[in-house]
């Protein structure tokens, strides 16, 4: 558990942090001081009402936004929101997203609209209106080396194709490649911007990959490190970035993945 004293002082949104790697995300970072932003969509009030509640019997600070990160008029009015609520914002965890599978034959347009939207325009939105604010308020010293840091939530399928999910994969692929450019852009702002790559982690997205003990068995031969990840781990990696003791470090993607994208096929010489 991080230091309570890591983010002290700084304010955090976390998107799509109603479940999963947002949930845990969100309360890592409230663990570790900061004010914490639980966005989520409509339907999720519940679970983020309930997020919002232990963060707070827990001595931390938080508040739900509601908004669809793909709708730009609903980007902005979060963004107001959480500046209103807690006077800036320093870090952001760009981590909504969504999948809807298909054989690419079978594929329809609105599938592949529709991820693309969430996975990749989503993250372009909220992290232009987290520069914006970042670059508004200025440097704070005393709160964080950085200007502001951002962390784009990716996959091990930027770099592995996965065959049944193109639009998922594609987006994963072009975010790798809008979080360096953001990160080249506005270094010499001293803005952070890295990116987590997870591999299989035990999340609702992805229950049927591990619920059963024959699904489980089939991922395990995916994963050299021999367990399934926990959002846990997604968290304290996150909670990493975004404090100064990663100051030196963007443009990065790191894979959170047990060894998923060492090949593991390859173990017996192929």
Not at 135 to 149: C, F, H, I, M, N
Request: glycine share 10%; net charge negative.
């Amino acid at each position: 558990m991080w230091d309570r004293d890591l983010l002290s002082g700084q304010v955090a949104l976390v998107t799509g942090a109603s479940s999963g790697i947002g949930r845990a995300c969100a309360e890592a970072l409230a663990r570790a001081g900061a004010r914490v932003a639980v966005n989520h969509l409509p339907a999720e009030t519940a679970e983020a009402r309930s997020l919002v509640g232990s963060i707070r019997d827990a001595g931390g600070e938080a508040i739900p936004v509601v908004a669809d990160v793909s709708t730009e008029d609903q980007v902005r009015s979060m963004f107001a929101e959480v500046v209103g609520a807690f006077g800036t914002l320093h870090i952001l965890v760009n981590n909504a997203g969504i999948q809807s599978d298909a054989a690419f034959t079978d594929m329809t347009l609105d599938q592949w609209r529709k991820v693309i939207e969430i996975n990749l325009t989503g993250q372009f939105l909220c992290a232009r209106e987290a520069v914006r604010e970042f670059l508004r308020r200025g440097p704070q010293p005393e709160v964080s080396k950085a200007l502001g840091k951002i962390v784009c939530m990716s996959s091990v399928h930027q770099t592995i194709p996965w065959a049944g999910h193109a639009n998922y994969a594609a987006s994963k692929g072009g975010l790798a490649l809008l979080m360096q450019t953001i990160a080249q852009e506005f270094a010499s702002h001293r803005i952070r911007v890295n990116a987590i790559a997870p591999g299989a982690i035990r999340t609702p997205i992805n229950r049927d990959a591990w619920s059963s003990e024959e699904a489980a068995e089939e991922l395990l031969a995916l994963i050299p490190y021999g367990r399934i990840g926990e959002p846990g781990d997604i968290a304290d990696a996150v909670c990493w970035l975004v404090s100064d003791l990663s100051d030196y470090v963007t443009g990065t993607t790191l894979y959170v993945d047990g060894g998923m994208t060492l090949y593991p096929g390859f173990r017996e010489n192929g």
